[in-house]
């Protein structure tokens, strides 16, 4: 619930959705009611609205974070944004949202308002801006939408301002590849409340820049063609549907990827695509004569928390080591579950002592990190972690676990919540 969130997580929500109340009365007060833009963006929202449905059947199982989904809503609410006065842009989110959580029951209903609240946030500004250089008030033909120069001007500047203000931050939700409280918070496991020690927030695995700039292009280019069709006949919208469906289900290719490469249970990277990524970094490393260290990880006593909690607060815990090791490790370091309660860190041109430092970072930050349960007291759990460095002529990925492993045990018979680095197999040359 959206109560028990961190203060800033609520401070941000709640400051971007009262903007947007404030928004919808500015942009009420200067409306002036026309059947025909009521009609308009009535299909619009009938139209978006079946889109929307459809897409997230088509995409539902695979995502694997809530707020990491291609529902190519812009596509819509730009078109809506540009033919419309700046009310209709500010509340088409709330039914187009609406719709999607329906569509995707994991979606939180807190998330749903945030993000219609964005969306119409960035619908009034560029539909004012649309409005103030635009030489035509409506209804809009392709003339008078884009065929004089001042038109287009108005048109493409539209167009421009909508994915920049929802991009802002504290508008949109977080950047590509780095999350922040509030998308952490969005994703967390439900029926826990994780209080971490200070420090950088841990970063939700989502799609990356490569993946979402061609993403966030086509949905603008697919909302300019929208927008002109309907200026040149609104039954050209029939037309129109299918290859939005078409490109959803095409930017499902990302959501695929990252599903193959995830655990679902922790959205870290999987043993599978772990290994892949390592034997390539290993390889690179011996190439460039640049060290590379593994860590082993693992949660000491979890099967006590599992016998006495049950295997739901289990898969909470996990949960939030997980977080706790992304929030501790370096933004390039590659984070996975090894299975069970073992997790693995891939740390490139790192050494011994660095490596050292990195682990006893993660073991601290674990240590640190407090879940509240319902109806239950502050629970939390220590890791045991093996650290082995790798510097010299090309080695074997599997000899580089080992290692890592018999450092861990040694540190789970020292007494566990330890660091132990393993003895040094080769001397850099």
Known sequence: MLWRAPRAVVRR?????????????????GLRPRWVDVLAFAAFVALGGFAVVVSGR???????????????LATWAVAVAVLLPPFYPTVIGLPLCWLAGRADPVRPPHLRMFQAAALGIAGFCASSVHLLLSPSRGP????GLVGSGSAALAFL?????????AGLPGVGMARA????GLN?????????????????PARVPRPGRRELVPARAAEICSSIVVAVLWAASPFLMLAVTPPVLLLQRSLLHADLLQAARSDAKTR???AAYWRQVAEREIGRAARAGRPLSVLLVDIDHFKRVNDRFGHLIGDVILLAVADALRAAARPRDLVGRFGGEEFVILLTEVGREHALDIAERIRRQVAGTHCRLDGRPPLSVTVSVGVATHHGPPGDLSTLIARADTALYRAKADGRNRVRLADPLCTPA
Do not use: K, M
């Open 13 to 29: 929500v709640v400051g971007v959705t009262l903007c947007w109340a404030a928004l919808v009365g500015v942009a009420l007060a």
């Open 58 to 72: 088509l995409g539902a199982d695979l995502t694997v974070s809530p707020a990491a989904r291609h529902d190519l």
């Open 140 to 143: 809009f033909t392709v003339e």
């Open 157 to 165: 500047s539209a167009v421009a301002v909508y994915p920049l203000v």
């Open 177 to 180: 590849g780095r999350g922040d």
């Open 184 to 200: 952490a918070w969005l994703c967390g496991p439900p029926g826990a409340d994780v209080h971490r020690p200070a420090g950088p």
């Open 268 to 270: 870290l990277a999987n």
